[in-house]
């Protein structure tokens, strides 16, 4: 099993910026891939940022490349998101999951673990 704890949402104005933090814990595997899914009221859950284990492969929703980085310290076992120039239309529940496999995934089903989700509120 791997335990995962997002922390770092907030409510922040538009132009702002928010780092959101993974925390991972348990059988932390060598092959881990991690993404970010993000669900706003009312709509499906949809896909933001991932990276692969060595970090060497990312792949970005188009919404936010440009404006959204991923980064990963293995040594830690945390994934970070990085969300500059924020927009009201970001304003969403954001999720960190990880699947048990090397290589990036830019749909939720290839995730085996999820965490519990943190908040993200970006006003006008």
């Known amino acids: 099993q791997v335990h995962l704890v997002e922390s770092g949402g907030g409510l922040v104005q538009a132009g702002g910026s928010l780092r959101l933090s993974c925390a991972a814990s348990?059988?932390?595997?060598?092959?881990?891939?991690m993404g970010w899914f993000r669900q706003a009221p009312g709509k499906e859950r949809e896909f933001v940022a991932a990276?692969?284990?060595?970090?060497?492969?990312?792949a970005y929703a188009d919404s936010v490349k440009g404006r959204f980085i991923i980064s990963r310290d293995n040594a830690k076992n945390t994934v970070y998101l990085q969300m500059n120039s924020l927009k009201p239309e970001d304003t969403a529940v954001y999720y960190c999951?990880?699947?048990?496999?090397?290589?990036?995934?830019?749909?939720?089903?290839?995730?085996?673990?999820w965490g519990q989700g943190t908040q993200v509120t970006v006003s006008s």
């Open positions: 999951a990880a699947r048990t496999v090397a290589s990036i995934a830019r749909t939720p089903a290839p995730y085996n673990y």
């Open positions: 990276l692969s284990r060595s970090g060497a492969s990312t």
């Open positions: 348990g059988r932390t595997g060598s092959n881990d891939a």
